[in-house]
């Protein structure tokens, strides 16, 4: 049996340290030897790119009946539900396990909660790519219609806000929508990164699966952030407000009313 790790960011600013810390607590709590590592897989990646387009492929492949893959968590191995359903699927026919650590989640093809939380988190980042993609050609198309009429339209952020711009994309006049989507993609990313990492954020998921109500959620919250701002805060080092934590409880159970 071998013992495999499996590290993934999206862009090279972006460290694998607290993925290794989130495995290393997991090894720890079950007893496995970091020592027995066969080998551990870094890359920097997005994951909405098809699992077979990544290392990983290359670390199924080297893996036999009965090894095991270890992640920090399911979105570390992708962000497309269906394509996330067929890695599950290849593994399973190769007699490979695959853990989320942070889940305590063995991504067997027959475990029905591995897929309830691949399919919840999958959902939520698949269609938020959407919205990016849709606001993106909104605007483009408004861009394109206000040069139509007045021969420019008005940058409305970044460095040159306020400006006239009299073409859509580049100065040369090359579309820059993917450059744009691949930018929005590695936001999301960093926003789900930090979502990993915060340990305000994880304290108030706690908290909730405890059945703690809203209010007392938000007066702890507050009174811990007065005294340990860094490590509670909103990812803006602010204090938390009803409306951030609405949105987190969102997050955190999309299938909530």
């Not at 408004?142 to 940058?155: P, T």
Request: glycine letters at 6%.
């Amino acid at each position: 049996m071998a013992i495999r790790i499996y590290l993934r960011v999206s862009t090279l600013e972006q460290g694998f340290d607290q993925q290794m810390q989130d495995i290393k607590a997991y090894f720890n709590a079950n007893r496995i030897n970091m020592d027995d590592v066969t080998d551990i897989v870094e890359e920097h990646v997005s994951g909405g790119k098809s699992y077979e387009d990544r290392k990983f492929k290359q670390l199924l492949n080297r893996s036999k009946p009965g090894d095991y893959i270890y992640a920090a968590s399911t979105d570390r191995l992708g962000r497309n539900f269906i394509d996330m359903m067929r890695l599950m699927e290849d593994a399973k026919k190769r007699g490979v396990i695959i853990v989320a650590c942070k889940q305590n989640l063995s991504l067997d093809d027959d475990n029905s909660m591995a897929k309830i939380v691949l399919a919840v988190t999958a959902i939520m980042d698949e269609d938020e790519r959407k919205r990016i993609k849709h606001r993106t050609a909104n605007k483009k198309a408004w861009q394109r219609e206000q040069i139509a009429k007045h021969g420019y339209f008005i940058i409305e952020n970044g460095p040159n806000a306020g400006q006239r711009c009299t073409y859509v994309g580049s100065k040369k006049g090359h579309d820059t929508s993917a450059a744009r989507e691949a930018a929005a993609a590695n936001r999301l990313d960093a926003m789900i990164l930090w979502r990993e990492q915060s340990k305000g954020y994880n304290w108030v998921r706690t908290q909730l699966a405890k059945g703690k109500s809203r209010a007392l959620i938000l007066e702890e919250f507050n009174e811990m952030h007065a005294l340990d701002p860094e490590n509670y805060s909103t990812r803006e080092g602010k204090p938390l407000s009803k409306g951030v934590l609405s949105k987190w409880c969102r997050e955190m159970n999309p299938l909530a009313v």
